[in-house]
């Protein structure tokens, strides 16, 4: 007999397929637990996804780990006691899984009901904050160093040259220099650690022009 043949799917559809599928069971709902409640326990999410995708459990699971890590799928666990004919009681565990608002907005969009990033604070008060074209807002004087991070952000998360953890690890100190940005004084050496560190693992390929587009314009920041 042949040996079945596994679906070549990338990670991103693979976390773009089980996103979609918590979505759309949560759209479908009539309760909250249950045959078609919006939380689901990990045998029913294999088995629904083998049937309509035919995807395999490795496939699954490090990828749904991956969207909760990024809180876009929750794992909330219930115990109950389980008590035997011989009397004798058992704590019984059940997993169930289920998307969360963020997962809700990354397939939707942001709504009015999602936070604002700056929620309660008055950054009328802490300088002159602008929104840039990733949707994050930052001082407008480092306006020109956010949009090359932008840039670079976009062509990392897209990059056939990088392997998926290394994007992820890029994009995250990139938000994290983002988030400096936003600062009418950010933190110099916060900025330089991390740039220091997006320039040593981008080396080579078409990212070293955008990585030295924005270099001088990170300079700018730390010098």
């Given at each position: 007999?042949a ?10 559809e693979l ?16 309760s909250?637990k249950?045959?078609?409640g919006?939380a689901?326990?990990?045998?029913d999410?294999?088995?629904e ?20 890590s ?8 219930e115990?109950?006691t ?15 899984y289920?998307?969360t608002a ?7 969009g ?27 807002q930052?001082n ?29 690890d ?13 600062k ?15 320039e ?10 955008l990585?030295?587009k924005?270099a001088p314009l ?6």
């Open positions: 007999m040996k079945k043949k596994i679906p070549s799917y990338s990670n991103d976390r773009q397929m089980i996103l979609q599928y918590f979505y759309d069971r949560n759209s479908n709902a009539t909250r249950g045959k078609k919006s689901v326990k990990m045998k999410i294999k088995s996804l083998k049937a309509k995708h035919g995807v395999i459990d490795s496939q699954i699971i490090s990828n749904l780990n991956y969207l909760i990024q809180d876009w799928v929750s794992e909330e666990t115990s109950k389980f008590t035997n004919p011989k009397g004798i009681s058992f704590p019984q565990k059940t997993i169930y289920s998307i963020k997962g809700i907005d990354k397939i939707e942001p709504s009015q009901f999602t936070p604002k990033r700056f929620e309660g604070i008055n950054i009328s008060a802490t300088g002159s904050v602008v929104t840039i074209g990733d949707g994050n930052i407008v004087k480092f306006k020109d160093a956010a949009q090359a991070l932008s840039e670079l952000r976009n062509a990392i998360a897209q990059s056939q040259e990088l392997e998926d953890a290394q994007k992820l890029l994009v995250t100190d990139i938000d994290s220099i983002q988030d400096q940005l936003a009418p004084n950010p933190n110099k050496s916060v900025v330089k650690m991390l740039w220091g560190g997006i040593k693992t981008v080396t080579a390929g078409t990212l070293v022009e990585i030295a924005a990170i300079a700018g920041l730390i010098n």
